[in-house]
């Protein structure tokens, strides 16, 4: 009999995880078909936010080419496939998803339930084998409702509008209020939940029986403890979708859930674990404040998004850096129990984990301190607005020179195009241009290489670049000296002239922003799409070769400083050689 009950519960258990890999390639399809759809321009009265070309488009348009090519002939050559680099992996995705899911576990909305539901099963009339069964049929239904979100999201976005999310002007400023939002609910001025006729539906259904039954009462769970997984759920969406990944939601919310269903389980299996869990009270509740004063410090990213890839110049580095120590104090002061809230326990003496904490807490806000003054910070140096948009620096050019390059000088050009957009990203001590021409016929006056920066504002990547591997003394005088630097910005929306917007030949899309133009060039000509990426050019626009005869492929982030350096003075020989 109790073989009969294992063999039942392997069934169930693998006709679910058919159910979840069902979802996922139904989902992959219709993605697929969504995002060949384009995305609309919205404006303002006077504001514009354009999307950008995205990697969904240069793939598709890809495609297209190759089937073009196939058909003209040989002679005409495909375009270069440089390495990509996206800035986040699936697995780093399932890995936030799984930490966020064990974060929610030790919120009041989630922990008391945990002895109470495995009791349900464990003392429920029956065998053990039955309670095993059930208890695994409930936990991998919470995985099946929250992947069931992930790939809502995913089937009605498309990776293609998912990728445009993490540019795009009214996206950062909704997702910078929504987490607002979420920070001061878990700071416990008002809860976020979800209608209660519907978690008294879901309750009423679960009395039913069954497997339908045990389903609806992992419904049930989701529905009531909303108010505390909400905010935790929406900043891992917010966070996964905006990577571009077509399953980043969906591979985010398994590893959620994993992470919730996981001790159900396991805790239905060995009943008398339950015994060695600390026991429910205010610490729950110092939890939710500390995520609330998390996700305000999180938040505040989305903003600087905006305010520097539509130059309003409003966020400046200090400003930043000053709220999230003015947060991390009053963290710290919380923690020590300096600060109490309306719905706080009394804390009659600092525990041993608050005292670590807390200390970790004000470490850190000192530590943060200097950056007011221009310390590079390199920790949280990619979080950050770039240094150029701090007013007062004390810091120095990495070699300690405190000298720029004097290529402007030397040039015939006297006036750099597009300049006064990327003073807030400009490299101290680095003398960059911004235009493709301009680049190359400077490169021909100065007998130097061109290394096109493909950047952008919201570029965490470039960010921990320019700040870990640019400031080394070495890498810095290389690029000051012995190269002709093009910073071309992705996701820079000022518009182009009339004059000079067109249709893309590459995605199909009009292009009418400055970092539209440089998102198809990069895409057409290394069909590539992400940043930060490396390219050395000769001074006729083409790609060096080395001593083989091989052309050096761009480069994408590479924070090993001797392999980029390396990198750099293999273009610095090959340029020389060609001469």
């Known amino acids: 009999m109790i073989l009969f009950k294992i063999r039942n519960c392997k069934k169930a258990i693998l006709c679910l995880f058919m159910a979840i890999v069902v979802l996922l390639i139904a989902a992959t399809n219709t993605a697929q078909a969504v995002q060949k759809k384009p995305a609309d321009t919205v404006s303002t009265s006077d504001v514009q936010f354009t999307p950008i070309p995205t990697a969904a488009d240069s793939l598709a348009a890809a495609k297209k080419q190759e089937k073009q090519i196939a058909k003209v002939g040989p002679e005409v050559e495909k375009?270069?496939?440089s390495a990509r680099e996206m800035p986040k992996t699936l697995w780093q995705i399932f890995i936030e998803g799984l930490l966020g899911g064990f974060t929610a576990l030790l919120l009041p909305c989630i922990y008391p339930l945990l002895p109470l539901?495995?009791?349900?099963?464990?003392?429920?009339?029956?065998?053990?084998?039955?309670?095993?069964?059930?208890?695994?049929?409930?936990?991998?239904?919470?995985?099946?409702?929250?992947?069931?979100?992930?790939?809502?999201?995913?089937v009605f976005f498309g990776s293609d509008a998912l990728n445009a999310l993490s540019t795009n002007g009214f996206f950062n400023i909704f997702f910078f209020l929504l987490l607002v939002v979420f920070g001061i609910s878990f700071l416990g001025a008002f809860e976020i939940t979800l209608p209660s006729s519907l978690a008294n539906k879901l309750d009423a259904n679960s009395d039913k029986g069954g497997m339908a039954g045990i389903f609806f009462m992992a419904a049930t769970l989701v529905v009531v403890s909303f108010s505390c997984t909400g905010p935790i759920i929406g900043t891992l969406l917010?966070?996964?979708?905006?990577?571009?990944?077509?399953?980043?939601?969906?591979?985010?919310?398994?590893?959620f859930s994993l992470a919730l269903a996981l001790p159900f389980t396991a805790f239905a299996l060995f009943p008398s674990a339950l015994k060695t869990l600390p026991k429910s009270g205010g610490w729950l509740n110092s939890v939710k404040v500390v995520l609330g004063f998390l996700e305000l410090a999180f938040a505040l990213k989305f903003l600087s998004n905006v305010d520097l890839a539509y130059h309003w110049n409003w966020f400046d580095r200090e400003i930043f850096l000053s709220l999230w120590?003015?947060?991390?104090?009053?963290?710290?002061?919380y923690l020590i129990g300096k600060i109490k809230f309306s719905h706080d326990s009394d804390v009659p003496y600092l525990s041993v984990p608050r005292l670590f904490i807390s200390i970790?807490?004000?470490a850190f806000v000192i530590y943060m301190v200097p950056g007011l003054w221009g310390a590079p910070l390199k920790s949280i140096s990619a979080f950050l607005p770039p240094p150029a948009t701090q007013d007062f620096d004390l810091s120095r050019t990495p070699d300690g020179s405190g000298t720029t390059s004097s290529s402007v000088n030397q040039s015939s050009i006297k006036e750099r195009k597009y300049a006064a957009n990327y003073l807030r990203i400009k490299t101290r001590g680095l003398d960059a241009w911004y235009d493709y021409d301009q680049a190359l016929q400077a490169s021909k006056e100065l007998h130097k290489p061109v290394i096109i920066d493909f950047t952008g504002f919201n570029c965490v990547n470039c960010r921990k670049m320019e700040t870990n591997v640019w400031s080394d003394p070495g890498v810095f005088k290389h690029l000051r000296d012995d190269f002709i630097l093009l910073q071309l910005?992705?996701?820079d929306k000022a518009e182009l002239q009339p004059s000079e917007q067109f249709t893309s030949k590459y995605s199909?899309?009009?292009?009418?922003?400055?970092?539209?133009?440089w998102s198809d060039f990069e895409a057409s000509r290394f069909n590539a799409n992400s940043q930060p990426l490396y390219v050395m050019l000769d001074s006729d626009g083409n790609l060096l070769k080395n001593q083989n005869g091989q052309e050096i492929l761009p480069s994408p982030a590479d924070y090993n400083i001797a392999s980029y350096t390396k990198f750099l003075e293999s273009g610095i020989e090959a340029y020389r050689n060609k001469r």
């Open 117 to 154: 539901t495995v009791s349900f099963f464990t003392k429920q009339g029956g065998t053990r084998s039955k309670a095993i069964l059930q208890s695994l049929i409930y936990g991998i239904s919470i995985i099946v409702i929250y992947v069931s979100l992930g790939l809502i999201i995913t």
């Open 325 to 333: 120590i003015a947060l991390g104090f009053l963290l710290g002061l």
């Open 238 to 255: 917010v966070e996964a979708a905006s990577k571009g990944e077509r399953l980043g939601p969906a591979v985010g919310m398994f590893g």
């Open 489 to 491: 910005v992705v996701d």
């Open 79 to 81: 375009p270069a496939v």
């Open 508 to 517: 199909g899309k009009k292009i009418t922003n400055l970092g539209g133009k």
């Open 360 to 362: 970790v807490v004000f």
